[in-house]
């Protein structure tokens, strides 16, 4: 198998393994996984390191609800971003 054909596996797995590794760090800081997993790549994973945890058990409740409320809208609006990028890369 030439080189040229093994980059587009490579590339898909490393995607997939970044949308894994982003989703289950959003999980372990208390955000919704499924919203992060799109948001998977450089960006998101950055964007993961700077959000506060959402999952700290002595903070009130409500600090805590708008903690996971800022964090899962971030990766929500990520995820759709980059569906948006895959999609005009598909269809140009």
Do not use: H
């Not at 959003?26 to 994973?45: C, D, E, F, S």
């Not at 506060?52 to 409500?62: G, K, R, V």
């Not at 964090?71 to 140009?92: D, E, F, H, P, Q």
């Amino acid at each position: 198998m030439p080189i040229n054909n093994l980059t587009v596996p490579l590339r898909v797995l490393l995607a997939v393994l970044l949308c894994a590794l982003c989703a289950y760090r959003a999980n372990r800081k208390g955000y919704n996984w499924l919203l992060w997993v799109g948001a998977g790549g450089v960006v998101g994973i950055i964007m993961l390191v700077f959000l506060p945890d959402a999952s700290i058990s002595n903070l009130p409740e409500d600090r805590r609800r708008r903690r996971r409320s800022i964090g899962n809208v971030t990766g929500a609006g990520l995820s759709v971003l980059a569906l948006l990028y895959m999609l005009r890369n598909l269809l140009s």
